[in-house]
């Protein structure tokens, strides 16, 4: 999808709402539910939720996911992670990510502090402290989704996007790969489908997003060497006020 490049500036300036109501334009709050599986095997279930923050312009996006069957066997717990971030004329801006893996120890779970004024990262990754200058337009692995979901509704390709991920910064590059018409469990969707992954690495995510659905995921695959890992397919999508 290509940038919406607007002429007569001067013109247009006085059509279009105020910055914020714009930069708001870019997201509208949603709760979607997933079923998830491995291979064959349904493994679990998911929910993410974006939702509208006090003050104006802040949001928060949370996802759960749990483990069903044989696969509580291994993850017994909810899987929660959560950011905090700013949505802004210049772009996203997160605050605070929190990741619990569901259990009491808390060798797996991470904090994050966003401290834009002074340019650092910092907080703790699986009980080991973290400290990273920011740049610009890092995200954290929540933040990311609703980076894309915001870029996608302004229609502009979400290009490369820098994350991170403990204590290092990775950068994830994201491609256009067609147009789909995908039947689901909630109805048949015109999707718009992308690839992500990290230069040089073999691991790969395949998403689905439908436009008539603000550009929700709603379906999902990873893949390693070209071989199926977790799949996400949606199965019910509620959209916010």
Avoid: C
């Avoid at 949603?30 to 802040?58: H, K, N």
């Avoid at 996608?152 to 403990?166: D, Q, W």
């Avoid at 290092?168 to 718009?192: C, M, N, P, Q, W």
């Amino acid at each position: 999808m290509r940038v919406i490049a607007f002429s007569l500036v001067a013109l247009m300036s006085t059509l279009l709402p105020p910055a914020t109501d714009a930069a708001e334009a870019a997201l509208a709050p949603f709760v979607a539910e997933y079923d998830v599986r491995y291979g064959r095997m349904a493994v679990g279930t998911s929910r993410t939720e974006l939702s509208r923050a006090a003050p104006p312009g802040r949001w928060i996006i949370e996802s759960r996911s749990t483990a069903t069957g044989l696969a509580r066997v291994i993850a017994s717990g909810t899987l929660k992670q959560r950011s905090t971030f700013d949505l802004e004329p210049a772009g996203l801006r997160p605050l605070s990510y929190l990741f619990d893996d569901g259990t009491d120890r808390t060798g797996r779970d991470v904090a994050l502090e966003f401290d834009w004024r002074n340019g650092r990262v910092r907080g703790t990754a699986e009980d080991e402290p973290v400290e990273v200058p920011v740049i610009a337009g890092l995200q954290d692995a929540a933040s990311m989704q609703a980076l894309v979901l915001s870029r996608l509704r302004s229609g502009i390709e979400p290009g490369t996007i820098s994350m991170i991920e403990k204590d290092k910064v990775k950068h994830y590059r994201y491609s256009f790969l067609r147009r789909e018409l995908l039947k689901t469990a909630i109805g048949d969707y015109e999707t718009v489908v992308y690839r992500s992954a990290r230069d040089g690495s073999d691991r790969e995510t395949i998403s689905w997003h439908a436009p008539k659905l603000g550009f929700a995921l709603i379906q999902a695959e990873q893949r390693t060497g070209g071989k199926r890992g977790f799949q996400t397919y949606i199965r019910k999508f509620q959209p916010g006020g």
